[in-house]
């Protein structure tokens, strides 16, 4: 969860191009460990910025420069491709990744490319860091952007291990887990994590935008739940999805034949019929294989899900109450796993939903009620 | 936000039919405030539980018990309507309410056997308080269950304005916010913001249950915020979606007429042809509006969303630090409108989202790197 200048100092003379908001965090968080990072961007402004918020600096040429052992791209996922071949070709030595978040693809481009240009694709190693702001270019950049983070690093078939371990250290020196699979293990686990609840959360959200106000007023905790990813960025994530078709089409057609067999059993249910029985089943089993596939989601610390106890408190609306329960779970000893804040519709007031390890659940309430706070739940 | 001992004072004498979660949550709030509650169950069981628990006493027969004013019906989806009717016919001069989560086929079952046997239909008044718990039954009853919550309350065609005022002011006593609309518009409304919303949590979650280990290791939060509510009894959830077949089969078939749209727009992407440039559009429309659906859902307190500015804050995971964190966001004289607690895969370290109004947001970022926090988006 920190950085690692150890891990930094193995990973030698960097090169990153493209300094957006991922090229620039990377620059950001490996000079302050003391790696010597050169800067590169078509744009000379973001270039400019990316030097001056202290990212590195601005590459000259390859004899001015000096040998680099890692080139990172940072560009827009469209054209990764194209520059990670660029990159390839004009540093002979280096490992070549990319921070794209498709990657299946990138890689079937290079090494088509190394073969026609008789390279050697072995160097390019392709890399996803799962870290992102809402903000984006050089000056939201960030050195700890990473910590915490997965960071899929996606070896080649014919890649020797020491390019992957220095994307690897790369990964860990940014205080990121690094997570090895092959390019189309990723590309569908983020069909599966990613992009298909990003659709889901679209498609949900997008049917209140003609619904009548008092409906839309009597949307609870659970709607927001769904609906929160689905503030994203459009035309970024047209690009995302085109770019990773394949995968997203497969999970979205499972998705779409348990529709349908949603809206079958919904249509038998208005008829007066003996289909009533099966189809209530079939709904039944539906929302059965959601929770069991909810379960499947890890919990805290990357480790299998746990089941948590919960506990619901009353917070009044007010500066300081949040410091004050915290406090009191402090002085309990007790630690939180999981917290959030609801809420409440036309009231002044919140409802804090605790969660904690299930032991601990009936004396962190006794301690709270001691503390005289409301535990509603 | 709090009971109201007035509004409860003006419900008068009340009669509660089913004592589980939510019959004995209304016995006890209005036991609290004083007023008398007749508590009747077919379960011996629940109704001495509940009596135990302090939500009232057991109603013996009309002659002893008195009159009665309300008879709140907190009966199963799937009889409620049968029990609606029967209080009717016992209880001649009562206002009679209900808490089913579907609204308007209890109506039409209550109207027409109105009709067949004589009575008054117009006494009748549906509600639904929009609470719960994940535990149920007389023991997980809370006096405060419903505080801050939405209570609909659906008046008929030919209703009496009194009666409705009656179960409006049942709901004001217990604290929740109450919420006329009729029956119709209340179940489509749940079908928008709550059913479908469900669908689409259990379609997502169960596209988990074949995935590979290593896939599902990388959800994060997005995926976690959309499957969240896929954690739901099914049994429940069949009933509640076949007595709202109708409305949700509506908002279902307009979700699949969207999601059709995407699986064309990214079967053309597989395809080397012109329509590439239209299918990107495609994809973006579906996201673009699904941020703008999700616009229109409500923020804190049932105003218009506002929408709020974030830190995220690196917490290292031991207890008491939430307390720290909030004592100093408190010290800064900073109201916190939401928060969120992420979990990073791997790593004993938590990332706090902390949402504030815009105007406060620096000061906020600056008070607390001054104490130390590593705020790090």
Redesign the interface.
Known sequence: ?TLDPAAAAAVGRVRVVGTGLLGTSIGLGLRSMGVTVLLHDPSPTSLALSRDVGAGQPAVNAEVDGPVDLVIVCAPPDVTAEVVIAELVAYEGATVTDVASVKAGIADQVAQAADALGIDASRYVGGHP?AG??RSGPVAA?A??F????W?VCPGESMRPGRAETVRRLAAALGA?P?L?SAR?HD???A???H??????????????K??D???????P??????????????L???I??AN??P??T??????A???G??TA??A??EASPE?LG???A????????????????????SPHTSYA?LIV?LP???????????????A????E????E?????????AEISVLPAVRDSLESALIAREW?V??
Chains 1, 2 share one sequence.
């Open positions: 969860m799962m702001r809402e960030r700890d952007l910590l915490g983070r997965p899929v887990t997570v699979m293990e569908e686990a983020v599966l994590v990613s298909v609840p990003q659709l889901a959360a679209s498609l949900v959200a997008a049917r209140l935008l619904a009548p008092p409906a839309v007023a009597l949307a609870g659970g709607l927001r739940d769904v609906t929160r990813i689905a503030n994203s960025d459009a035309m994530w047209a690009q999805l085109s078709a394949a997203v089409l999970v979205l057609r499972e998705l779409k348990d529709l349908e949603v809206l919904l249509d249910l208005g009533h189809a209530r089943a709904l039944a089993r539906v929302v059965a294989e959601g929770q069991a596939g909810r379960e499947r989601i890890p919990g805290k610390h990357g919960t009353l609306d007010r500066p300081g109450q949040l410091g004050r329960l915290f406090n009191d779970i402090g002085e000893g007790i630690n939180v999981e917290f959030s804040l809420h409440s519709p036309g009231q002044p007031v919140g409802l409301h509603v739940g």
